[in-house]
């Protein structure tokens, strides 16, 4: 398995652009997640979803927009970005057992807006 | 959600056992106590988490108060590997819920 997998890796963007980060998981979880960390401090949650077609918003939703066609993929669609949206972006995923159960965390999109 | 409260920063010796606090004093008697931690600036992992009993695996230990409002990571013998962010985290067992990260424990492992 490949587990949580984001693409890119890296980005920079222009003010008013926008860009979709690409999350994907192979573990056939329910749950899936986008968080935002910005330096030197925790994770806030952007978005999450608990099966394909069911979304809701998390702590930090603003300027952001996420869809769940599908089990595996849960993209995050940043429109008109500003540079306030300048973080490093974490996908995560989980069984969807009860609690909160563990979370398994892709490898990050660091983007960049001037 | 309940909140934590964690040090920002410890050090522990390679080698000894890193202790590492957490304060919840307003979780409520559903809610798991979780912990994670974040090296440099990868996604983060998963450690370990408990309701009630101490729980042990093969990474660390999590030892809960009776009164649950404080917890205890105990990493059994610390490598410079374990260099990272811990975070405390508190989540309810009733489906999904909003948690945040907070800032966590920065811990440095010392040659």
């Known amino acids: 398995n490949a587990g949580v997998t984001q693409t890119p890796k890296f980005r920079i963007l222009k003010i008013g652009q926008s860009m979709t980060l690409q999350c994907a998981q192979d573990?056939?979880?329910?749950?899936m997640y986008w968080y935002r960390q910005d330096p030197g401090m925790g994770l806030k949650l952007i978005y999450y979803?608990?099966?394909?077609?069911?979304?809701d918003k998390g702590e930090v939703p603003n300027g952001y927009n996420v869809s769940r066609s599908t089990t595996e993929d849960f993209p995050l669609r940043l429109e008109l970005a500003a540079p306030s949206q300048t973080s490093v972006y974490f996908c995560?995923?989980?069984?969807?057992?009860?609690?909160?159960?563990?979370?398994?965390f892709g490898p990050g999109t660091r983007l960049t807006v001037l | 959600d309940a909140k934590t409260t964690q040090p920002p920063s410890m050090d522990c010796a390679e080698g000894r056992a890193a202790n590492l606090p957490c304060n919840h004093s307003?979780?409520?008697?559903?809610?798991?106590v979780y912990w994670y931690r974040q090296i440099h600036s990868q996604g983060p992992q998963y450690i370990i988490h408990g309701l009630k009993n101490n729980e042990t695996n093969e990474m660390a230990s999590l030892i809960i108060t009776e009164d649950r409002k404080s917890s205890t990571l105990i990493l059994p013998h610390a490598t410079l590997r374990d260099t990272a962010v811990y975070y405390c985290i508190v989540g309810d067992s009733g489906g999904y819920q909003k948690v945040t990260f907070g800032t966590g424990t920065k811990l440095q492992v010392i040659p």
């Open positions: 979803s608990v099966g394909a077609g069911i979304t």
């Open positions: 995560a995923s989980r069984p969807g057992l009860a609690g909160l159960g563990e979370q398994f």
């Open positions: 573990m056939n979880h329910n749950y």
């Open positions: 307003t979780i409520s008697g559903n809610e798991y």
